[in-house]
């Protein structure tokens, strides 16, 4: 493997940690020491639970809870228990020294903290992998939050995808697991993930993006960041007081209109998903803030997805069909999101999908949790030969989010019924705009392509049909049974000409006098009558067989 000799402790950590969660088979593909690798190793550890294999990704550092929160979104890759143990890793470590957030934050603002910031507390409020937060207060007296990249984490992050990353290639290159789940692709979308996470500006613009597309919703808000004090390592935001749902007590729940507010957030994540193509791929309860007026904030914007208007209106159509328990057009949407791979089963998708959705049909709405479903139909289409599509198993994990959130503030909530009224309206939405002056005005355009580019495209049909040598190739669905078939054709209608020339011969050769006679008639002529006779019966009962034949 052509990697720097300085990686070689990091890569025998992760051959460690695949080797002890029963991936030998990686570790041989990247030719690494498996007596090496289980030196110092008790026996007992090779066998371990879900919680101890999320624990040992959170030890690996940073960029392997990163990847922990990547694996919780693929049921195709693992078993449940440690989808849900990786769903809670918790990204907390040791806060760093003051004086070093001191350091980055006057480097990064270009002025010293006190002429900055009225006042800057040296406790910080959290603590994280990539960063830290720090409450402080602005010279014009609003009170803000200040989020501080770790010292060195971008160099140490870039060093283990360097590592990564050949140890990736080779798995992709050498194994059936790499080819099978197109680890490449898998990974090439993480590195980009982290990379945009790392800087800060990024997610400022998030911050204002998604406000923005919350306009319609009084009960939602966004922390916005401060201008002029946001930098790629230091991201200032306005300070939202609150408490996060998951500690919800159940006597602070009777306080607020939970049902209100979860209908609202359902509703608007959809709007960001199906309209606006743009919304927060984790919105776990600690990500979700109740403010003293009864609203409910959204912070923490760094992992943000993309969706395409393609992808959107076939994710569109996967909540209908969800909703009204439709398993055919579940099957077709959930295949046009995925790539085919060569044992792609069909027959087996429809029957697997119509085991998953319809017996939820029949459940009550709130007894349904939809990104339980979306999250079992990726594993579903892995297990009939379907590569899921990102856009799925990002969507299934932020619809298990959702669902936790709603189900503390509002347990009684019908989500199904929401996101099928909802989803109705933004179907019709999605029509109107089709017929929209920007839809129509892109449509003129490419009419006024076609009609300038169609005279030179008719003139170059035209010449290949008057081509002496053109020619015309038919791909039949069996080309072998086509020809035979023809070939049974020509033979019948050989025959039948034959046939029919016996016949008139035999009576013009009854005119011609001659000594040979049989029965009183010519004796050639009554010959040639018999032959044509018997070959004519032979004919029609071959064919009345073949019709009976072919049709039963």
């Known amino acids: 493997m052509d990697l720097p000799i300085n990686h070689l402790k990091r890569r025998l950590e992760i051959g460690r940690f695949l080797l002890k969660y029963g991936r030998a088979d990686l570790v041989q593909v990247l030719a690494l020491d498996e007596a090496a690798l289980q030196d110092g190793a008790e026996a007992e550890e090779l066998h371990v639970d879900p919680a101890s294999f999320a624990s040992d990704l959170e030890h690996m550092g940073p960029t392997f809870i990163k990847v922990g929160q990547l694996l919780s979104t693929r049921p ?53 992998s990539l960063a830290q937060v720090h409450g402080a207060e602005l010279r014009d007296g609003r009170s803000v939050v200040v989020k501080v990249q770790r010292p060195d984490i971008r160099e140490q992050i870039l060093e283990d995808l360097e590592v990564l990353e050949g140890m990736v290639a080779l798995v992709g290159k050498h194994s059936d697991f790499g080819r099978r789940f197109a680890v490449d692709d898998m990974f090439d979308d993480f590195r980009r993930s982290m990379v945009r996470e790392l800087d800060f500006r990024r997610e400022a613009r998030n911050l204002k993006t998604i406000a923005s597309h919350l306009d319609d919703y009084p009960l939602l808000t966004v922390p916005q960041p401060i201008d002029g004090y946001c930098t790629s390592l230091v991201l200032t935001m306005e300070r939202i007081v609150g408490h996060n749902v998951a500690s919800l007590t159940p006597l602070a729940r009777t306080e607020l209109d939970g049902e209100a507010l979860a209908e609202s957030l ?70 046009m999101l995925g790539e085919r791979l060569e044992d792609f089963d069909e027959v087996a998708l429809r ?39 990102p856009e799925l198993t990002m969507l299934g994990k932020t619809l298990l989010n959702l669902d936790e959130a709603t189900r503390i503030l509002a347990p009684h909530l019908q989500v199904r019924r929401v996101v099928q009224s909802h989803a ?62 023809l070939q049974k054709i020509a033979n019948r209608i050989t025959l039948g000409l034959v046939v029919a020339a016996l016949i008139v011969g035999a009576a013009l050769l009854a005119r011609v006098p001659t000594s040979f006679e049989i029965v009183g008639y010519p004796g050639l002529a009554l010959v040639l009558f018999l032959m044509a006779a018997g070959v004519g019966f032979v004919l029609v009962g071959n064919i009345i067989m073949t019709d009976r034949r072919d049709k039963a």
């Open 424 to 485: 109705a309206g933004l179907m019709r939405r999605h029509l109107l705009q089709s017929f929209s002056p920007g839809t129509l005005f892109t449509t003129a355009l490419e009419m006024n392509e076609l009609v300038q580019h169609l005279p030179g495209r008719l003139n170059t049909i035209l010449d290949h049909v008057a081509d002496p040598d053109f020619e015309v190739r038919i791909r039949a669905f069996d080309e072998e049974r086509l020809m035979s078939n």
């Open 266 to 335: 359902i509703k608007a994540y959809l709007d960001l998903i199906l309209v606006h193509g743009v919304f927060n791929a984790d919105p776990h309860p600690g990500n979700l803030l109740i403010t003293p007026d009864g609203r409910l904030a959204l912070i923490d914007m760094g992992m943000v997805a993309y969706l395409a208007p393609q992808v959107q209106d076939h994710v569109l159509r996967l909540l209908v069909a969800l909703s009204e328990g439709n398993s055919d057009e579940v099957a077709r949407v959930v295949a």
């Open 76 to 128: 195709d890759l693992l078993a449940q228990p440690y989808l849900d143990s990786l769903a809670r890793l918790q990204d907390q470590v040791q806060p760093f020294d003051f004086a070093d957030v001191e350091r980055i934050v006057e480097d990064e603002l270009g002025v010293r903290i006190s002429k900055a910031f009225a006042s800057f507390e040296a406790t910080p409020v959290g603590s994280a």
């Open 351 to 389: 029957r697997a999908t119509a085991e998953l959705v319809l017996p939820n049909r029949d459940l009550e709405m709130g007894q349904v949790n939809l990104g339980r479903v979306v999250m079992e139909m990726v594993r579903i289409a892995a297990r009939c030969g379907l590569r899921p599509s």
